[in-house]
């Protein structure tokens, strides 16, 4: 029995230690991950992996965390080469961002990121890793649970490595207030998983993403540069829009957003979950490259 609580913490990190073989593969090869977008903003799910973290993996209050991540693909807002943290693939996170994106590789099984500037009304999802600031103190967040204006999240103290869950704090705008300390911290920028469809890199699936289809289509043969994709992730791309073929983007596409937007739970109500649906189907995933 000793070795149970290993095997069980290895199991739990095997979703990202797959990831991380698959990248071998070439870039051009169209991949996505296990866990869908149903699975992962559903938050009951989110609160069985926190309990298998704290039980299993070891992830619990107070307890030092000191190792380090490489990070894997990663862009800025918009498929842009160019990201806020200038984090890359190979860049190397320690503290609270390499334990946050260490929790979001399990949790979601990609290696493969964007990052968006936060605003007054951006959204907030569980699983964002959200970079904040209080004066000097810099940290990231791994967001846990949203209730209203109320987000929980893991972090970790840059200074001495204990892990802090469950941290409290009040939204308000582009700030958070933390409900233990009261210190009011800015939020910079945060990264998350690229999903499927999300054509215009956003961060969300909405009626935007289905335009953008339809606007950028030209006789079902779109090019890069057609699309002023000359300087961004292009490869990303035609990953998210479930595209073999980097010349081409289908326009069933266009359709298939318009169907899930207009569909929520199996019905003719709007989907505006942020997602292509909410009805347990498992239909559509994140990206991996």
């Known amino acids: 029995m000793k ?7 290895a199991m739990l990190f095997a979703a990202a230690t797959t990831v991380c073989a698959s990248q071998a593969l070439s870039a051009s090869a169209f991949s996505h991950t296990y866990s ?13 992996s926190c309990r298998n973290w704290g039980l299993y993996g070891g992830y619990y209050n107070g307890q030092i965390w000191d190792g380090e991540v490489y990070s894997g693909v990663v862009c800025g807002h918009g498929y842009s080469q160019t990201t806020f943290s200038k984090t890359y693939q190979g860049s190397k996170l320690e503290k609270s961002a390499g334990f946050c994106r260490m929790l979001a590789e399990s949790f979601f099984g990609t290696t493969t990121f964007m990052e968006h500037i936060v605003y007054y009304n951006t959204p907030l999802t569980i699983g964002d890793q959200v970079k904040i600031d209080y004066g000097n103190e810099h940290r990231t ?16 103290n840059e200074n001495t490595g204990e892990i802090i869950t469950g941290e409290a704090f009040t939204r308000n705008g582009w700030h ?10 800015g939020m910079d920028y945060l990264t998350r998983p690229i999903k499927e469809y999300d054509a215009n890199g956003d961060g969300i699936i909405s009626r ?20 002023g994709f000359d300087n961004k992730r292009w490869d990303i791309l035609i990953h ?10 289908e326009y069933s596409d266009y ?31 994140y990206v991996t490259m």
């Open 208 to 227: 935007d993403d289905a335009d953008w289809i339809l606007t950028n289509y030209n006789n079902g043969r779109v090019t890069q540069h057609d699309c």
């Open 141 to 156: 967040l791994f967001i846990t649970s949203i209730t209203g204006n109320t987000v929980r999240a893991y972090s970790l």
């Open 176 to 185: 958070l207030r933390s409900q233990s300390s009261n210190k009011n911290y």
């Open 240 to 249: 998210a829009l479930q595209n073999e073929h980097t010349w081409k983007i």
């Open 255 to 285: 359709y298939t957003i318009g169907y899930n937007l207009g569909h929520l739970n199996g019905t003719n109500q709007p989907n505006n979950t942020g997602r292509m649906t909410y009805d347990g189907s498992n239909s559509y995933y």
């Open 3 to 9: 070795h149970m609580k290993a095997r069980i913490a």
């Open 36 to 48: 869908s977008q149903d699975y992962c903003e559903e938050p009951y799910n989110m609160s069985y």
